[in-house]
């Protein structure tokens, strides 16, 4: 049976400590790197038996960080782990990949659930690859970090194993405040990189800097290898938000378009278009669009994937689309198929007792 070791970089994480040892309890090894933690977290790990290297990162990378801590995972290990303290393995990953893994692997996909809704079921769920063999990879990008192989020879296959499941439980309170300046230094480092420049326009965003987000988003699109549909629409709808929130609506309304002409086949774009033009007050729009939206039925696997999507909005707005337009009996439709996403919402109650009310009279 092949053997497997965790590894993960952490820094003032006691609270985390427990639920995730007791999630990683199935590895041979666990190895951690902490970056300076001033609280209980080294200790507490290693009460619970993992080898703890105490070791400031100056200046802080976190792919620096991550190589040096999978520079702990001992040489004969087989596979590697990397996970967060933040994050929880469901019981059984162990036996899942010994079932899978063969010679010649490199890498696994498995489901990755990165956030939750308010009434506790999933939101943003993806494929991850933070699994890999031990030896030829390395982590490049000072934030946003990915694997790259760096072995002898081609690369090892890369495997799904769609039953292997990670969560992500963050602290809310845990401030991203670092993340602009790496992000503007791994595209200072690779200005070519149509990931680096994706993820920060897609910050200065974050950070109200509109302007500086058109620039930069833009720039990503005119990138030879910014070819990946899914990300080229997700720019353009960052770019119709960035327009929106200068007011130049014109200008949103169509990126917005152009959003949903690069990536048909996904829900965001339209159900974000959607919104937009529910504010605008343009309800046939916002029918069409909800429609279309409604049809797709395949979630997609990547990070692109939002949650409110998936969820009562599309069919909520469906309703207010129809309600609007003097068409009760639709509206009263998709208002409980609203509902039936998300029973708990009181709000999704009270539209359909009124149109309830409304269909009867």
Known sequence: MPSVCVYAICKNESQFVDRWMDSMREADWVVVLDTGSTDDTVEKLQKRGATVVTEEIQPWRFDTARNRSLSLVPEEADICVCTDLDEVLHPGWRKE???????????????????????????????????????????????????????????????????????????????????????????????????????????????RRYQDAIVTLIAHLNLKTAVWRDERAASMRYIARSYAQLGQFREAKIWFLRAVAEAPHLREPLVEFAFFLYEQEEWEWVIALCLSAIAIQERPKSYICEAEAWGSLPFDLCSQGYYHTGQYVKALYMAQKALEQEPAVERLQNNVEVLSNLCAS
């Open 97 to 207: 990949l010994e079932a899978h893994w063969h010679d010649g692997v490199g890498q696994v996909q498995y489901r990755y659930t990165w956030s939750f809704r308010e009434d506790g079921q999933e939101g943003v769920v993806f494929w991850y690859e933070k699994i890999h063999a031990r030896h030829g990879y390395r982590w490049v990008h000072p934030v946003h970090e990915v694997l790259e192989w760096v072995g002898e020879g081609p690369e090892g296959e890369k495997i799904l194993i769609p039953t292997i499941q990670l969560d992500h439980h963050p602290d809310p309170k845990k401030s991203r405040a670092q993340y602009l300046p790496l992000l503007e230094l791994a595209h200072q480092e690779q200005p070519e990189n149509d990931r680096c420049a994706h993820y920060l326009g897609r910050e200065y965003f974050f950070h």
